[in-house]
T-cell receptor
Framework: GAGVSQTPSNKVTEKGKYVELRCDPISGHTALYWYRQSLGQGPEFLIYFQGTGAADDSGLPNDRFFAVRPEGSVSTLKIQRTERGDSAVYLC????????????????FGPGTRLTVL | TQLLEQSPQFLSIQEGENLTVYCNSSSVFSSLQWYRQEPGEGPVLLVTVVTGGEVKKLKRLTFQFGDARKDSSLHITAAQPGDTGLYLCAGVNFGNEKLTFGTGTRLTIIP
């Protein structure tokens, strides 16, 4: 079956513009995650959805960042008034949810969207 | 804030050599995962270790979780060019779905 897909693969925008990044999770996965990976670093958690609701949005850096998952499948990460510091690869992952003793279900990552803010 | 430091940050060795990558934290985790990431792709899960002192083997890769569940190591025997990539550890807290990733080790195996 298809894995997690993300569109666009690359996005170049100008400082101050609005951008939307899309994530299509694996069919049937109820949990969806967004991470941000800056150059040379490990991914950093942004937000986690269980179904349609944001279960944990503690990683969103400020109120310019917002994410939705209206039907419990596709998710969109929205960034307003982009800044050069927002440049990074934005990764999406999905899982079946709770992982028992391991504490987390296996997360399957998409290839990411590389955002460049000029 | 929980931090995971990986060492070394970069490692370049000849094919056939052995190597060890370390993942250290001052915090306790319920479990720890290791991922490998290749350019233009997302991280791919290699293993999850849950119990303090646990050792798991995946072919030439050996993963160990520290007794206190604060640190982990990845040992590769007889490295091959296909092992090249960014290796990431990630800590998990029970009841919390988010992953706390380490700083990463970029490994290059020279043929």
């Amino acid at each position: 079956g298809a894995g997690v897909s993300q569109t666009p693969s690359n996005k170049v925008t100008e400082k101050g513009k609005y951008v939307e990044l899309r994530c299509d999770p694996i069919s049937g996965h109820t949990a969806l995650y967004w991470y941000r990976q800056s150059l040379g670093q490990g991914p950093e958690f942004l937000i986690y959805f269980q179904g349609t609701g944001a279960a944990d949005d503690s990683g969103l850096p400020n109120d310019r960042f917002f994410a939705v998952r209206p039907e419990g499948s596709v998710s969109t990460l929205k960034i307003q008034r982009t800044e050069r510091g927002d440049s990074a690869v934005y990764l999406c992952a999905s899982s079946l949810g709770f992982g028992g003793l391991a504490g987390v279900g296996t997360q399957y990552f998409g290839p990411g969207t590389r955002l460049t803010v000029l | 804030t929980q931090l995971l430091e990986q060492s070394p940050q970069f490692l370049s060795i000849q094919e056939g050599e052995n190597l060890t990558v370390y993942c250290n934290s001052s915090s306790v985790f319920s479990s720890l995962q290791w991922y490998r990431q290749e350019p233009g792709e997302g991280p791919v899960l290699l293993v999850t270790v849950v119990t303090g002192g646990e050792v798991k083997k995946l072919k030439r890769l050996t993963f160990q979780f520290g007794d206190a569940r604060k640190d982990s190591s990845l040992h590769i025997t007889a490295a091959q060019p296909g092992d090249t990539g960014l290796y990431l550890c990630a800590g998990v807290n029970f009841g919390n779905e988010k992953l706390t990733f380490g700083t990463g080790t970029r490994l290059t195996i020279i043929p």
